[in-house]
């Protein structure tokens, strides 16, 4: 089966780096993306990495080892309205039914 | 222009009955998903639609369940005999090509409350 690993819960502070780690084991590999979700409202689109390495947009970076299965996210500059849930998904080739296999999410807390 | 939409956006219903979620992807859009999402749990993938077709649709949790898309646009989502552990916020997603890498856009979801 398909499987996607990130911390439940983390709390950090406001203005400070906070780093949520995803590990995957899947059948293939195409892709790795993050959504952030913020209560009561739908996942919209962050980063996506296909090859090793940092992709850096503005105050978000997204790292990814293939070989580790292994991607963090990196929110710089916390702000209060970071407060959400991340997640992280993969994408499966010839997966069947399921092209995105989704991770439980990481709740994060932004306190002042 | 307009993201994806979802009607209605709360449904409460009694249970043993059935009911009917829209879905109007982005215009354009070939790839369309349903996912349900149980409070504090993941993305729980349902079915995905390329064009009208669907072709696995082993991901919905039981045959009340059923999915229909038409035009290439508009998908609607059937849940009969509705359940209390159907209770669930439903999202619905569009994507430019389901092989592609092109992420998946969210609709608000439809909040379904079975009593």
């Known amino acids: 089966g398909q499987n996607i690993d990130q911390p439940t819960e983390m709390t950090a502070t406001e203005g400070a780096i906070v780093q949520i780690n995803c590990t995957y084991q899947t059948s293939g590999f195409n892709g790795l993306f993050w959504y952030q979700q913020h209560a009561g409202e739908a996942p919209t689109f962050l980063s996506y990495n296909v090859l090793d390495g940092l992709e850096e947009k503005g105050r978000f970076s997204s790292f990814l080892s293939r070989s580790k299965g292994y991607s963090y996210l990196l929110l710089k500059e916390l702000q209060m309205k970071d407060s959400a849930s991340y997640l992280c998904a993969v994408r499966v080739p010839n997966s069947g039914n399921t092209p995105l296999v989704f991770g439980k999410g990481t709740r994060l807390s932004v306190i002042a | 222009g307009a993201g994806v939409s979802q009607s209605p956006s709360n449904k409460v219903t009694e249970k043993g009955k059935d009911v009917e979620l829209r879905c109007d992807p982005i215009?354009?859009?070939?790839?369309l998903y349903w996912y349900r999402q149980s409070l504090g749990q993941g993305l729980e993938f349902l079915i995905y639609?390329?064009?009208?077709?669907?072709?696995?649709k082993s991901g919905l949790p039981s045959d009340r369940f059923s999915a229909e898309r038409t035009g290439g646009s508009v998908s609607t989502l059937t849940i009969q005999r509705t359940q209390q552990e159907d209770s669930a916020v439903y999202l619905c997603?569009?994507?430019?090509?389901?092989?592609?890498?092109?992420?998946?856009?969210f609709g608000p979801g439809t909040r379904l409350t079975v009593t």
């Open positions: 997603a569009s994507s430019l090509d389901r092989d592609g890498t092109y992420e998946q856009y």
């Open positions: 639609f390329q064009g009208n077709s669907a072709p696995d």
């Open positions: 215009s354009g859009h070939t790839a």
